[in-house]
């Protein structure tokens, strides 16, 4: 395996504990008996823990050193892994702030505009559904309070 694939999952690693050490700060349980703001941060981030640890695993198993010219990352590539772990973390300290909603819609939105290469109309539409979704099937369906920031 090529460095680049084994220093990015374990900076992936490191995102997804931090993910898990931030969903401490909320409770697990509501005061009216359901389940409450971190139960699904903390279940995804558990989940997402073992898979990681498990690829940074079988990653790090494989020691190859000789690297092809297949093998080596594209410089763009590097920089598209490393602004997506910034705006992972940069998510994660603005749920606070502008609520998790606002927050995961900015995040939707400028990840499909940028990382994927859709058009602004198809991100917005796109990122305005998903978080209208999240919104009722947490709030309503669920009865779990989100973070609220800001705007919210």
């Known amino acids: 395996m090529a460095y680049a694939e084994r ?3 374990f900076l992936l690693l490191i995102i997804v504990a931090v ?6 700060q909320y409770e697990m349980f509501s005061t009216v008996g359901g389940v409450g703001g971190a139960f699904l941060p903390r279940s995804l981030a558990v989940i997402l823990l073992i898979l990681v640890g498990y690829y940074v695993w079988s990653v790090s198993r494989n020691k190859s050193t000789a690297a092809s010219a297949e093998d080596l990352p ?3 590539v590097v920089i598209k892994q490393f602004l997506l772990a910034l705006t992972f973390y940069l998510t994660l300290f603005l749920i606070n702030k502008l609520g998790m909603l606002t927050t995961l819609g900015l995040f939707l939105i400028g990840s499909l505009y940028y ?3 859709n058009s602004w ?9 998903t978080i209208i979704c999240v919104y009722f099937i947490f709030v309503h369906w ?11």
């Open 19 to 24: 993910f898990l050490i931030a969903s401490f």
């Open 142 to 152: 669920l009865n779990i309070i989100l973070p609220s920031g800001l705007f919210i």
């Open 115 to 117: 990382f994927e290469n």
């Open 7 to 9: 220093s990015f999952s």
């Open 121 to 129: 109309r198809k991100s917005i539409l796109i990122g305005t559904v």
């Open 74 to 76: 594209i410089k763009k």
